[in-house]
């Protein structure tokens, strides 16, 4: 089978092997087992945030598909949860909105797995894993050993973990600790959600009503996989927004988008830069199967015939474009496999 059709950017060639070990036990062994063969090996979840190349990728595929959420012991206020890795992340999301848990509600309508949740420490509007993640269960690839690592030695940060720098293995299962109070959300931390929902910054609001909200926002920017809207056919937004010194995001014109960070830090807007760039929605390289999205200016899409290296070829020429035009690099989001994005 080839890696397109487990993917949402729906590019790719084939695996050597595809695994898709049922249980936890069958995972660990599958695991063990290929990294004993000393082959190529990665994990796969829902395959929303990766470009698998044309060649597909010579080692084995380790699917991660076991499910299932276990309420454990927890405080009167709180709830904690022990999710397996190959729970869909969004049916996690409903499941707490269903309870009246508050925490992930602002993460509805992000596809993939809950166990691919803490590699780049998934986030939307004002919530991000991190908030919510008490530690991960981990088979470690380096010393073969299960291992349950607190949130706080993971290194999260925006995008950003242990493991995105290098730390290789399979999350096995997450724990989290919600908050029980009576079905309100934590406070609203994203003005763009408090304003869809004419609410203020900082309220707390029916869990129900900021996961429909944010699902409202999510569609009109592609942003929701949906079988009819081409624009979904994408790995989500394929840069992240770039951070940089302060003093250099002063010298922008006065409008460019920015967020402060830390005193000197600043996160600039990748979609702002792009546009300001010259590249608008829909834009697309003469005979190339992939484009920007006509909905978001941050994602690219698999038109329909879209090979891995069109999708390559837009991400490096916006990339070229808004290096030369503010000097600033942009990173793609999504990991690349069997290709570099030097390919
Ligand atoms: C339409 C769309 C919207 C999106 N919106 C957002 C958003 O708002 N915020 C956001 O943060 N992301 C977003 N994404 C990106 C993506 O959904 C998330 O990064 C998600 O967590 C990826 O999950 P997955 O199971 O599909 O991972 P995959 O694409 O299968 O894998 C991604 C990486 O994680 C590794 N991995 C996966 N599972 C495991 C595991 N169990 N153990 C170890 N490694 C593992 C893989 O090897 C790979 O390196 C969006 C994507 C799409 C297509």
Redesign the pocket.
């Known amino acids: 089978m080839d890696l397109r059709e487990l993917t949402?950017l729906r590019v790719g060639g084939s695996p050597r092997e595809l695994l898709s070990p049922e249980t936890p036990d069958e995972l660990v062994r599958a695991s063990l087992d290929v990294w004993a063969s000393g082959e190529e090996w990665?994990?796969?979840?829902?395959?929303?945030?990766?470009v698998v190349g044309d060649d597909g990728f010579d080692g084995s595929v380790i699917r991660?598909l076991t499910r299932g959420i276990e309420a454990l012991p927890s405080v009167p206020g709180t709830a904690r949860l022990r999710v397996q890795?190959g729970e869909p992340?969004d049916e996690l999301v409903s499941y707490t909105v269903d309870r009246g848990l508050a925490g992930i509600e602002a993460m509805a309508g992000?596809?993939?797995?809950s166990?691919?949740?803490p590699?780049?420490n998934?986030?939307?509007y004002g919530q991000e894993l991190s908030d919510t993640l008490v530690s991960v269960e981990f088979l470690d690839h380096e010393t073969g050993r299960l291992e349950v690592i607190p949130a706080a030695r993971l290194e999260l940060g925006y995008?950003s973990s242990v493991?995105k720098a290098g730390r290789r293995?399979?999350?096995l299962s997450i724990e989290l600790e919600l908050t029980d109070a009576e079905g309100l959300s934590r406070p609203v931390a994203s003005q763009q959600l408090a304003t869809a929902i004419g609410a203020a910054f900082g309220d707390r609001i029916p869990v129900g009503v900021i996961r429909d909200a944010v699902l409202a926002l999510r569609r009109v920017k592609g942003?929701?996989?949906d079988a009819a809207d081409p624009d979904?056919t994408?790995?989500?937004?394929f840069f992240t927004n770039p951070l940089v010194a302060a003093s250099f995001a002063r010298a922008l014109p006065p409008d460019a988008a920015q967020w402060p960070i830390e005193p000197d830090r600043v996160k600039l807007s990748a979609a702002w830069l792009i546009e300001r760039a010259g590249i608008g929605r829909g834009f697309s390289l003469p005979g190339s199967g992939a484009a920007i999205s006509s909905k978001h200016t941050l994602a690219i899409v698999n038109t329909g015939s879209a090979t891995a290296y069109d999708i390559l070829e837009l991400a490096r020429f916006v990339q070229e474009r808004v290096r030369n035009e503010f000097g600033v690099a942009l990173q793609p989001e999504p990991?690349y496999i069997g290709m570099t994005s030097g390919d």
């Open positions: 949402t990665m994990a796969l979840g829902g395959g929303s945030n990766i991660v890795a992340w992000i596809p993939g797995s166990g691919a949740g590699i780049q998934i986030g939307a995008r493991f293995g399979i999350v942003m929701v996989l979904t994408s790995a989500g937004s990991g």
